[in-house]
Structure formats: C-alpha cells, structure tokens
C-alpha cells in the first residue's frame, strides 16, 4: 500500500493502529483474530524481527482482574499529591479547549530544559510523538536503524507508513553497539532510534559514547532518542542528549509524564528538537490537540512535585532491589535494570508462562529474543512485587 496514494485521514488510522496493537497488546484488549495488520507467527505470537517476538496471550477480554499489574510499566504511586490535586481543581474546565494553558506548560518545559519553547512539541504521551514522527518521516519510504530488540512503536508506524527496518543486536553488555549502528547507516536512511535506557531489556548505554554518537551521526541524519524512562537514573539530566539541542544538532529527544511521574492514563508527553524539525513534524498534526484540559494543569503541577519524583525514585529502586534479590536466590539471572521493569530468562513455553501467572492474577509480558525466552516484569509496590515473587515459584521454580 502506498500511503501517498490513499486518503490521508483513512493512513492515519491504519498507522496508529498498527503502532498501538503491537506494543500496547498486553493492555488495550485483542484476541489473535484481530484485524490490525500483525505480524503473527503460527501460535499467535507478535513477530518483530527474526530474532525478537511476543509472546500474546489468546484473548485478552477473558483477563482476570489482577492483583498485581505489572505488564505495562505504570508507576504504582502516581500521579503526584500536587499533580492529583491540580487535575481536580481544573475538572470543570474540561469543556474547554486547552490552548492557552498548553502554552504555559511548554514554557515551563522549555525553561525546565534549558531550551526556547519553539523547540517543544507536545503530544498525548511520548509514543505518539514517536508515531508522528515515524508517519512524517516514512511517508514516502527509507529505513530506520534501531537496536534489537527495541521500543516497537516508531518502528512498527515506520514501517506501515512506507518505511523499513534495520536493526542491530545490542552488545554481549546490553548496550547499544553504536559502531554497528553507524555502518547500517546508508543513502535510504532516514532516522537513528535509540531509547536509553532501552525497552525492553532495562538496560543503559554510556551517555558519553551516546553523546559523542549523536553528535556526529546527526550531522548525516537525524536522530530520535527516547528518554521515557531516564529519571529513573538519579541525576538523570546529566545523562540526556538535551545539551545538543543548543548546538544546533537534528536530534529529538522525547520524554513523558507516563513514568516517573506517574500519568500513564493523563497522557502527557514532549519532544525536544530542532525548530525546523518539529515544523515538519506540524505539518500534518497540531501538536498538543490530544492532551485534555485537566491533564494539562496536572503537568504544570507534577512539575514541582519535587518530593513525589524523589519518593518514587527511591520506591522503584527498593522494589527492583527486592526483586533482583529474590530472583537471583531461586536461581534465575536477571539483568541489571536502570528503569521501573526488569526481565530475566525463563525456562517455559511463553504462552503457558502468562497463562498461569495470569491465573494466580499477576500481569507480566513474555518476549523471545538472544535465542532465549524471556519475562519482563514492571516494578509494582513492594507488596505487589512479593505477590509476583511469589506467582513465580509457583510456576517456574
């Protein structure tokens, strides 16, 4: 299908839902006879690569409701008191379009950054912003170099929008192997995905390497770097590729409220860019029209909440200690985690694995990638994650 050649509302739709079945499966609710445009394997299972699939459950309507929801990487805590208490006092003016006040919150990001508001675009969540992207850049074909595995969002709306992947195994220490990534880059090459720390594996890459690999690649093409997860990282700033905004570099970075904030369900997200960038980017959306009147205030509030951030920082890493801890005492290998989630290898058919963790009401995700099965569980309260603990020696030990 040629999206230059089909109406353009009706590519938008195809798109987005191509983006969103895919990695949001586990928590938006379809059975494998959906009509998305999945690549399925014969079990079912979404195919990402040759080296990178998703394990699927059969029917997500039959969910149970579940005692610990640790498949969608939520921070338990949220949204912040100030945040919480912000999107109450601005409900009645949920009538209303949020114009005005979505320029407030982009100065406030803007200053927070250290950039002009001209470089912020916001969107209903960071994903949208890297599925806007994927669409604007992708239209009319190109490829996309990424790790394997990586975040499929961008890549999967990349490549319903025209476009194709080539992705590169992360390095035997779970970085990203940007020597490997830079030789991929060919005339056809349109964008460089890299989320740091990366999902699904939790892992990081240096950010001084990361940096000096921006620098220079985004002087041949531009280069997407999803932060959604790096003030996880205590003193995360010093880890963005932020600075190289103000030196002129054709990097976006994207961040969201979703995590360490807590408003996966308030959808607020930003990327930071070039101005000429995101002109391009508005070209086809009018960024911010997705994220409602409360949800706004909430963000402009959750900003300050400095002690929330710092609690739920220090819970996420207490609870990800625990679960390190206890998986490594009944033998499993887990890896190392910056992030709020955690995977570790496992020893059974992925299927049956969420089939019975789902059955004792624990949500987890199932992948298959470095010729091994793998369970990635969010980091839920510390009650939860004894819960989850728990389900595991159940089914696995």
Known sequence: MNPTNI???????????TAGGLMAAPYLGFSKNTTLPLQL???????YSPFFKEYLPDDLREFPVLEAKLNANENPYGPSPMGLEALKKSAAGGNRYAWKELFQL???????EGVTSKNIMMGPGSSDLLEKTAMVLFMNGGNVVSADPAYMSLIRVAEAAGGTWKPVPLKDDWSHDLDAMEAAIDEDTKLVYICNPNNPTGTITD???LLDFCSRVSEKVPVFVDEAYLWFLEEGAKHSMV???????DVIIARTFSKIHGMAGLRVGYAVAQEATLDKLQKITRAGMGIS???VFAAIAAMDDEEFLDSSRTL??????YTFESLKAMGFEPVPSYTSFMIFPIEMDGKAFLSQMTELKVGVRAFEFLGKKWCRVSMGTLDEMKLFTAAISKVLV
Do not use: C, M, Q
């Not at 109406?7 to 839902?17: C, H, Q, V």
């Open 7 to 17: 109406n353009r509302r009706n590519w938008l739709k195809t798109s987005a839902l």
């Open 41 to 47: 394997d014969a079990e079912g299972n979404a195919v």
């Open 207 to 209: 950010s001084k390497k």
């Open 106 to 112: 982009v100065d406030k990001i803007a200053d927070f």
């Open 293 to 295: 009147y409360p949800s």
């Open 243 to 249: 600075s190289l905004i103000n030196e002129g570099k």
């Open 316 to 321: 996420n890493a207490e609870a990800r200690t």
